[in-house]
T-cell receptor, first 111, second 111 residues
Framework: NAGVTQTPKFRVLKTGQSMTLLCAQD?????MYWYRQDPGMGLRLIHY???????AKGEVPDGYNVSRLKKQNFLLGLESAAPSQTSVYFC??????????FGPGTRLTVT | GQNIDQPTEMTATEGAIVQINCTYQ??????LFWYQQHAGEAPTFLSY????GLEEKGRFSSFLSRSKGYSYLLLKELQVKDSASYLC????????????FGQGTTLQVKP
């Protein structure tokens, strides 16, 4: 039981490049979330999903897209990376109205 | 509104007791979570309160007063390994399971 895993762990992008971050959970959780964490800003919700095939915008969705084609996977895409998207990205999953379980994070630098 | 207020930093000595306060202004209260986050790591769940009163889990306890929009996390018998950020996170109204994170309180425990 691996819990929540994120791929990759680190990445450096140039401005304008695109990439996809993968989040996978093996706990059969319905709900999944993508956050970014910046110094002094706390965790901010980017997008979330309450079930397979559903997605919704969070607090800071601009510049990101997501997909939840399979229940266990939640993908976060950056179409054209910008330096402002340099951050640590955390994925989390939850069985519903209970605690969220977080992945180890992806450290992204955009130059 | 979604205004969460916690002290930014606290310092304590090993073996002592520390109380980390959190005030929140969220309409439609739907439960409150506390998370611990060590530097460079993912947040991990500590406690959950939905009714008024104290929830005790070993050295950690969490208190909630819904009428006052107030919670605190109490850490007893502090250890150096308790040095971390502590995140207060009320849950949004509705069934999305979304959490609203404040900036967190960075606690340093000195030997």
């Amino acid at each position: 039981n691996a819990g929540v895993t994120q791929t990759p762990k680190f990445r450096v992008l140039k401005t304008g490049q695109s990439m996809t971050l993968l989040c996978a959970q093996d706990m059969n959780h319905e709900y999944m979330y993508w956050y970014r964490q910046d110094p002094g800003m706390g965790l901010r919700l980017i997008h979330y999903s309450v079930g397979e095939g559903t997605t919704a915008k969070g607090e800071v969705p601009d510049g990101y897209n997501v997909s939840r084609l399979k229940k266990q996977n939640f993908l976060l895409g950056l179409e054209s990376a910008a330096p402002s998207q340099t951050s640590v990205y955390f994925c989390a999953s939850s069985p519903g109205q209970w605690e969220q379980y977080f992945g180890p994070g992806t450290r992204l630098t955009v130059t | 509104g979604q205004n969460i207020d916690q002290p930014t930093e606290m310092t304590a000595t090993e073996g002592a007791i520390v109380q980390i306060n959190c005030t929140y202004q969220t309409s439609g209260f739907n439960g409150l979570f506390w998370y611990q986050q060590h530097a460079g790591e993912a947040p991990t769940f500590l406690s959950y309160n939905v009714l008024d009163g104290l929830e005790e889990k070993g050295r950690f306890s969490s208190f909630l007063s819904r009428s006052k929009g107030y919670s605190y996390l109490l850490l007893k018998e502090l250890q150096v390994k308790d040095s971390a950020s502590y995140l207060c996170a009320p849950r949004s109204p509705g069934n999305t399971g979304k959490l609203i994170f404040g900036q967190g309180t960075t606690l340093q425990v000195k030997p």
